[in-house]
């Protein structure tokens, strides 16, 4: 079983990055899967999350109209487009599965918005 993110990088404030995840092992499309972050010193929390469908999207206040979430099950890959990128969302984004029974986590990809 793997998640596999990538697409992390450094940008100037005001920029755009598109994560991507690859899930491997796994069913994932029957997996609802979410985008976590944990910025240095702080704890985990969640960005954004998709159900298994990709029917229904949720997001946390600070991602609202700035980050979209989406998936193509067909390529068992999860994205996050993020925009209007801020100091503040500094940090290592990690790709999260949740099925009926068991849980996944990727290894994480940095994020640097330079001000």
């Known amino acids: 079983v793997q998640l596999v993110e990538s697409g992390g990088g450094l940008v100037q404030s005001g920029g755009s990055l598109r994560l991507s995840c690859t899930a491997s092992g796994f069913a994932f499309s029957n997996y609802d899967v979410s985008w976590y972050r944990q910025a240095p010193g702080q704890e985990r929390v969640l960005v954004a999350t998709?159900?298994?469908?990709?029917?229904?999207?949720n997001y946390a206040d600070s991602a609202k109209g700035r980050f979209t979430i989406s998936r193509d099950n067909a390529k068992n890959t999860l994205y996050l487009q993020m925009n209007s990128l801020k100091p503040e969302d500094t940090a290592v984004y990690y790709c999260y599965a949740r099925g009926r029974w068991l849980e996944f986590w990727g290894q994480g990809t940095q994020v640097t918005a330079s001000s």
């Open positions: 998709i159900t298994s469908a990709g029917g229904r999207t």
